[in-house]
């Protein structure tokens, strides 16, 4: 999805100073973000892609139900207090 930045000015321009601050303040945290990898991202930037097709049991495991936990009982089981899927 493209977004122009004029659309991301006027967004800004409309908010209250405070809220254009913390803005401002996100804007540099992405920044940084994105400039740093952790370490092994190159390792994993310059490897061969996977393109080796799924073992039966792999597609057999995908495929199952097995060990799959809803959003309400891992909400129950962990104490959570946040609504999950």
Same mark, same amino acid.
């Given at each position: 999805?493209?977004?122009?930045?004029?659309?991301?000015?006027?967004?800004?321009?409309?908010?209250?100073?405070?809220?254009?601050?913390?803005? +401002?303040? +996100?804007?540099? =945290?992405? %920044?940084?973000?994105?400039?740093?990898?952790?370490?092994?991202?190159?390792?994993?930037?310059?490897?061969?892609?996977?393109?080796?097709?799924?073992?039966?049991?792999?597609?057999?495991?995908?495929?199952?139900?097995?060990? =799959?936990?809803?959003?309400?009982?891992?909400?129950?089981? +962990?104490?959570?207090?946040?609504? %999950?899927?």
């Amino acid at each position: 999805m493209v977004i122009r930045k004029e659309d991301i000015h006027d967004l800004v321009e409309r908010l209250p100073e405070d809220d254009q601050k913390t803005v +401002f303040d +996100f804007m540099q =945290y992405l %920044l940084n973000r994105s400039a740093k990898k952790p370490e092994g991202w190159d390792k994993i930037d310059k490897a061969d892609p996977d393109d080796e097709p799924l073992t039966e049991e792999e597609l057999r495991q995908l495929n199952s139900d097995v060990g =799959y936990v809803t959003g309400e009982d891992a909400r129950r089981e +962990f104490g959570l207090r946040v609504d %999950l899927p």
